[in-house]
Each structure stands twice: as structure tokens, then as C-alpha cells.
């Protein structure tokens, strides 16, 4: 009796002190790769690592988050897409097209969320509502945003005939974008002038060339390379009185007349959405491609003034933001 009340004890005691066997496996740590064509501004990876922490990611704790950049260079997203995949990333955001299309070609296994403009034309995805393979993620309505652009360039300046668009030959979201800008432009009755620049030595004499052209306003596509360059882009507009209209409010705040395009808070929160997702279980191929629901309007006053333009009192009251 006494030889069963002691193992009846011991048994007790090892059960108790014992710690379950889950417990002590450490919980495994998420590894989120983020691939860009240039290095994020603070703002936009603030929010989406935000975001990834309203959904319960903290980094250093259940996840780490590997960024990697190209600087503006894109021949450079092939080598950084394979580095990823060599370092076993759970996932990979890649906040361009360009760094999608680089991803993609690198692995047809890691779910991959892009941000860029028409993923169907690239290829990326079979379709919106089916991505199908390992791609999903947030698409620009390019084509549409293009047409409204030139649309508020027509209203703003009077008599407008002839737009310059500034696109990157080497940017396969721009080369599509720039195409994708046709048909509205005819539907205005504008003629487009190509502006091709692919380098920042190449800006200078491609303004020169608009404006022997006849150019009387400018339209810039999205890209990296572009967004790398602002401030040239923007300065060159003003030497210039080229009233231009972007798409980033960026290039307003930092002295552009005017911007439209997808409120540029709404993609990183969807990212971030479909990143949990993805983490916790689902394929791409099951999560259709989303759409931009909300726009931003921004005109800049001071910057209209120093191209000699007065923006139309009809023009003005659709903008969401005006800087004075």
C-alpha cells in the first residue's frame, strides 16, 4: 500500500512541475521580407509595421521584418529578390511593381504582395478577382488615375492641347502606364508629348525638348526613379513654367502644383491585411487583388504662382488639401 501511495506521489509531483510539451518549443518567429525599387519613407513603413501590430506582429518578438533596397536602380531587384529567398522569408511585400515582377521571377513558392499598377497586363496575376499562383495584392487603377490627371490638367489650364508625360523606358510599370495614358489623352483631345528619361543626367534636356515641343503642361508618371528624384523633377517644372500634376502628394509638399492619386495611407493598412492572412494560413491564389477606395486632390497655391497660373475657383474646391 505505502509502495503505491509513493509512486502515486511522484506521479503527481512530475505532473505538475513538468511544463506541457508545447511550452517548450519557443514559438516560432515570422520572417516578413520587404523588397523595394527605393528605400520607404518613414511614414509609409511606420504604417504598415503599425498595422502589422494592431494585428498582434510585434517585431523582435513573432516577427522580424528584412528590408532590402534598390536604390533607384532596378537592375538591382533580381539579386535582392534571390537574397531573399536564400534567407527563407515567410513572405514578401514588395511595395512597386518592378521589385513584384523581380520577386516572382525569383520564387514560385513565397507568397508575395505587391503594390503596383495594372498586375494583370504585367503579368503578375491571371486575374483581380483570381490572382492564381503565389502573387496577390494591391492594385492602381493606372489607366483610370491617368485620365483623371490629364482631365484636372485640362480644366486648370485653359486652351490646354499638349501634355509632356515624364515615364521610364526601364520601368515596366511606367512603359505600361505611359501606354495605358493614351486613350484617355485622345478621349480630351490632348496630344502627348514622350518624355523618356531613365537616368538623372537625361531630366535637363528632356525638359528642353518639351518645351520646343510646345508642351504647356506635364504629367508625371509613377516610378521609383522619379520618386528618387523630386526635387530635380519639380525644379526643373518651375525653370521651366510647366504646370505639372504628379502622383504623390510627396512631390507637392515638396513644391509640385498638383497631385491625384489613392490615398497613400489605405494600400499599406491592405498590405498589412493580407500579410496576416497569408501568415496565418491562406494562399494567395484565395485572396482576390484589391482596389484604391479613396483619393487625395492637392493643390500647392505658392507653387502655381511661380509657374503664372491661377487655379479655377471649380477646380480648387474638389481638392481635399491646399497649400497656401
Known amino acids: 500500500m505505502k509502495r503505491k501511495i509513493i509512486i502515486w506521489l511522484l506521479a503527481t509531483i512530475l505532473l505538475t512541475t513538468a511544463p506541457p510539451a508545447e511550452a517548450q518549443q519557443p514559438a516560432k518567429v515570422l520572417k ?19 498595422e502589422l501590430r494592431a494585428l498582434g506582429y510585434v517585431e523582435g518578438k513573432n ?69 492564381g499562383g503565389n502573387v496577390t495584392g494591391f492594385s492602381v487603377l493606372a489607366a483610370e488615375l491617368c485620365g483623371k490627371r490629364l482631365e484636372l490638367l485640362k480644366e486648370t489650364i485653359a486652351k490646354l492641347a499638349r501634355v509632356a508625360a515624364l515615364w521610364n523606358p526601364r520601368d515596366t510599370s511606367s512603359v505600361q502606364t505611359w501606354k495605358e495614358c493614351q486613350p484617355p489623352a485622345r478621349g480630351l483631345g490632348l496630344k502627348l508629348h514622350s518624355m523618356e528619361v531613365s537616368s538623372p543626367d537625361k531630366f535637363e534636356g528632356a525638359f528642353k525638348e518639351a518645351t520646343k ?3 504647356a503642361a506635364l504629367a508625371v ?9 523630386q526635387k530635380q523633377i519639380v525644379d526643373l517644372a518651375a525653370k521651366h513654367r510647366l504646370p505639372a500634376i504628379y ?64 487655379v479655377p475657383p471649380n477646380v480648387l474646391v474638389r481638392a481635399q488639401k491646399v497649400i497656401r
Do not use: C, H
Open 32 to 50: 516578413i521580407g520587404w523588397l523595394g525599387a527605393r528605400s520607404a519613407s518613414a511614414p509609409a513603413r511606420e504604417l504598415f509595421v503599425r
Open 63 to 131: 516577427i522580424t521584418i528584412e528590408y532590402r533596397y534598390a536604390e533607384g536602380k532596378l537592375d538591382r531587384l533580381p539579386g535582392l529578390a534571390d537574397e531573399m529567398v536564400r534567407i527563407k522569408v515567410d513572405v514578401l511585400v514588395t511595395p512597386s511593381q518592378s521589385a513584384a515582377l523581380a520577386a516572382r521571377n525569383a520564387t514560385k513558392t513565397i507568397p508575395i504582395v505587391f503594390y503596383g499598377s495594372d498586375p494583370v497586363a504585367a503579368g503578375l496575376v491571371d486575374s483581380l478577382a483570381r490572382p
Open 213 to 215: 515641343a510646345r508642351s
Open 221 to 229: 508618371l509613377a516610378s521609383p526613379f522619379f520618386n528618387s528624384n
Open 247 to 310: 502622383n504623390q502628394a510627396e512631390f507637392v509638399a515638396n513644391g509640385g502644383l498638383m497631385s491625384y492619386g489613392a490615398d497613400e495611407t489605405e494600400p499599406y493598412k491592405r498590405i498589412a491585411a493580407m500579410v496576416d492572412k497569408i501568415l496565418k494560413g491562406t494562399k494567395p491564389e484565395d485572396i482576390p487583388v484589391e482596389q484604391p477606395m479613396r483619393f487625395e486632390f492637392v493643390v500647392n497655391l505658392k507653387a502655381a504662382k511661380q509657374v503664372g497660373l491661377t
